[in-house]
């Protein structure tokens, strides 16, 4: 069993929509959970970090992490064609861990 | 503000020649440096990781080995390539104030 587990997709919605991306673990000694986004050929970019359980907003951007779970996942609100990427989840155990990723979502956002 | 620059872009390299892959790192000092993996279609495998000069942790056995000549300077090197070595490199850093930071990478094919 991986330790993060993440539907590879790929997710094709129209523009305007709230898209849920998601990710499962294994291991409850996780305590850090990020979000990247990677457009093609380029390397991921941080878009939400979110620390325990709870709820994180970042303009049309909201983590969640559900630790009793195991289930964190990122919803995009009015999604946009510039939207279209591959989203990774990642997480660590602590603060100087190692960052372990998800496979990656791919989302299409059709105008 | 901290850049991280990662080269080449691309490479075509046949089987058997050697490699070798710079990464550096610019507006931080004592950073943690990691090399990433990423297959089509797949998450990101760390591969080597570090926390200071010399200092280097591999986590997958395989073709390739790191090195860290300077605090901000991370290398990825083989001395013979095979096909299985193809795919998409990252680098990436943090210290103990931020999320991990990607470069852009070097899409690596072996033919």
Known sequence: ?111 | SQTIHQWPATLVQPVGSPLSLECTVEGTSNPNLYWYRQAAGRGLQLLFYSVGIGQISSEVPQNLSASRPQDRQFILSSKKLLLSDSGFYLCAWRDGYTEAFFGQGTRLTVV
Do not use: H
Not at chain 1, 75 to 84: A, N, T, V
């Open chain 1, 1 to 111: 069993q991986k330790e993060v587990e993440q539907d590879p997709g790929p997710l094709s919605v129209p523009e305007g929509a709230i898209v849920s991306l998601n990710c499962t673990y294994s291991n409850s000694v996780f305590q850090y959970f990020m979000w990247y986004r990677q457009y093609s050929r380029k390397g991921p970019e941080l878009l939400m970090y979110t620390y325990s359980s709870g709820n994180k907003e970042d303009g049309r951007f909201t983590a969640q992490v559900d630790k009793s779970s195991k289930y964190i996942s990122l919803f995009i609100r009015d999604s946009q064609p510039s939207d279209s990427a591959t989203y990774l989840c990642a997480m660590r155990f602590n603060q100087g861990g190692k960052l372990i990723f998800g496979q990656g979502t791919e989302l299409s956002v059709k105008p």
